[in-house]
């Protein structure tokens, strides 16, 4: 018997294999970098708006600002590091926001105008399908979402942490919902792996995968699985925002618009 040959005693059972591990327990272990990704989003996003209401204070803003404010949100310009083995930096705002074509740190000074700078550079190590997922959902009005809730804490003057929550939920909450449900659209027109179909109730195959060697097949096309990673990504998008980030508490809130000027 030779020492190096491997030999596989079952083909049937070894496409199955090969689907669970290289496909479904792929998929599970970026169930939750996918969650995360999208809860580090809106994190992020709730911090921005924050600074925001630090803008819209004529005593905090150290350049003018027109009284309905021009926002913006274009390609990311900052990023503080690129990713390896294979992965890329995908950025967690949305883009890179600006005011009356300024960036909106400027309009800040001290460990405030840091931070914000700051925000619009934190990235995180992940797959290619990541980047294509937020690429397509910021096409489909993720950008617009983010500057909206921006520009609506820049133009209101009620209590501050009142409006950091009402911009969160009143605007960007649903336009992220709209923007990650357009971008599911969007790459469902591509082709995508059959649906599953199960075993009729009653019979002996009930509950059982019927298709499982078509769609292995599926799988092994690269542009099919990519868009069935990109569909799922989002879809965990959409489940972050179920979940309140702890950066809108009004603590949280709080400790951001009690940063020193200088």
């Not at 096409?139 to 911009?167: E, H, M, S, W, Y």
């Not at 019927?210 to 989002?234: C, G, H, K, P, V």
Request: aromatic share 8%.
């Amino acid at each position: 018997m030779g020492k190096n040959r491997r030999t596989v005693p079952d083909r049937v059972e070894a496409k199955s294999e090969r689907f669970r591990h290289k496909i479904v327990q792929r998929l599970s272990s970026d169930q939750r970098r996918a969650l995360n990704h999208g809860l580090a989003r809106n994190g992020r996003v709730a911090e921005t708006l924050c600074f925001m209401a630090l803008i819209r204070d004529p005593a905090r803003r150290k350049r003018p600002m027109l009284p309905v404010p021009n926002v913006s949100c274009t390609a990311a310009i900052r990023q503080f590091f690129r990713a390896d083995d294979g992965e890329q930096a995908a950025h967690l705002l949305p883009g890179q926001l600006s005011i009356d074509g300024t960036f909106p740190w400027l309009f800040l000074s001290g460990p405030a105008a840091r931070q914000l700078e700051n925000l619009f550079a934190y990235v995180e190590p992940l797959g290619a399908d990541y980047n294509k997922a937020d690429s397509a959902a910021e096409a489909n009005g993720l950008t617009d979402a983010f500057a909206a809730a921006c520009r609506q804490v820049l133009a209101v003057k009620g209590d501050p942490v009142g409006d950091i929550t009402a911009a969160y939920n009143q605007i960007w909450q649903p336009g992220a919902l709209a923007a990650f449900a357009a971008a599911e659209a969007q790459k469902r027109s591509k082709p995508t792996p059959p649906p599953i179909v199960y075993g009729e109730p009653g019979g002996l195959e009930y509950g059982m995968i019927m298709n499982l060697e078509e769609r292995a097949a599926a799988f092994e096309d690269e542009s099919i699985w990519a868009t069935y990673e990109q569909l799922s990504i989002l879809g965990y998008y959409k489940a972050a925002m179920d979940e309140v980030p702890r950066q809108l508490q009004p603590r949280a809130i709080r400790e951001i618009l009690a940063l020193p000027v200088a």
